[in-house]
Nanobody
Framework: QVQLVESGGGLVQAGGSLRLSCVASGSILSINVMGWYRQAPGKQRELVATIGSGGSAHYVDSMKGRFTISRGNAKNMVFLQMNNLEPEDTAVYYC?????????WGQGTQVTVSS
């Protein structure tokens, strides 16, 4: 089992920045890939970015250049640096981790971008 806890969300003005953090606990050695998803009101949950255990990162095209995903040295943490935020980025952001057997989700952290 893996537990994920996010932090770092909040209210920011358009053009501002936020850094989300996610800490994994439990069977962290079994984690292969970690990432971030988001869900805006009335919309489906969508992928933001993923990062493998070796550090290879992948982004949804619309996030490239503004968002940066990284993992901590201990490999049980994942971060999402979000710059030049837009009102359309308002959503609940979820941390995600996948092992060979299952995938896991955090509770989510709210990001609100005001215009």
């Amino acid at each position: 089992q893996v537990q994920l806890v996010e932090s770092g969300g909040g209210l920011v003005q358009a053009g501002g920045s936020l850094r989300l953090s996610c800490v994994a606990s439990g069977s962290i050695l079994s984690i292969n890939v970690m990432g971030w998803y988001r869900q805006a009101p009335g919309k489906q949950r969508e992928l933001v970015a993923t990062i493998g255990s070796g550090g290879s990162a992948h982004y949804v095209d619309s996030m490239k250049g503004r968002f940066t995903i990284s993992r901590g040295n201990a490999k049980n943490m994942v971060f999402l640096q979000m710059n030049n935020l837009e009102p359309e980025d308002t959503a609940v952001y979820y941390c995600w981790a996948v092992t060979l057997k299952n995938d896991y989700w955090g509770q989510g952290t709210q990001v609100t971008v005001s215009s």
